[in-house]
């Protein structure tokens, strides 16, 4: 079991599970039937779905898949919906802290996210101030799981909780963040 390919190739067939989650967009890439949550929203959401592929994408050295990605959308009119999840597009969309606690009194989604955080061994959150705010009010998601892209505001509570706290830069990632991220996933891969 010392051999080195016999030890990518375990490492392959278990890797570590990464869920990134982020909130809906006014920007709908499909309207007026069924879609992926994944290939419904463009706009901010973009930057995100990039951070997916990317991280779907990347592999050991000697081409083994480095993780397993999920990604979540937390939506007005659903909730938190997978990915893969298929939905139609609505007229609403919350944007502001009255808005997402609307939704959350609606849906739930504060619990349904943090409760689906729990298989996986990373989390990257990028979501609205406010919205974050409601998470960490809430505390369901465990020490140390989190990836959290937002405000500067949030540092010292991210850093208190044992997550990893990175600044917002550009719409909901931002390049320097999604070479950051894939870094440090790469090193809880042993990569």
Do not use: H
């Not at 996986?120 to 406010?130: A, E, G, Q, S, T």
Request: glycine share 8%; net charge neutral; hydrophobic share 40%.
């Amino acid at each position: 079991m010392s051999c080195p390919e016999t030890k990518l190739f375990v490492e392959a067939r278990i890797g570590k599970r990464i869920l990134i989650v982020t909130n809906d967009s006014t920007v709908f890439l499909v309207k007026n039937r069924l879609a992926t949550a994944f290939d419904i929203f463009g706009g901010r959401v973009t930057e995100v779905k990039n951070l997916v592929k990317r991280l779907d994408t990347a592999t050991f050295p000697g081409g083994a898949k480095l993780v397993d990605v999920s990604f979540g959308v937390i939506t007005t009119k659903y909730g938190f919906v997978p990915g893969n999840y298929q939905i139609v597009d609505y007229p609403d969309v919350m944007s502001d802290k009255a808005g997402y606690e609307a939704a959350e009194e609606a849906k739930g989604f504060i619990e349904q996210t943090s409760f689906l955080t729990k298989p996986f061994d990373k989390v990257i959150l990028c979501v609205p101030n406010d919205m974050f705010q409601m998470f960490l009010d809430r505390g369901d998601i465990a020490d140390g799981k989190l990836i959290a892209v937002t405000s500067p505001k949030f540092k010292d509570e991210c850093e208190r909780r044992g997550w990893t706290w990175l600044e917002r830069k550009g719409a909901r990632v931002g390049n320097e963040n999604a070479d950051e991220i894939e870094r440090l996933v790469r090193e809880l891969c042993g990569a």
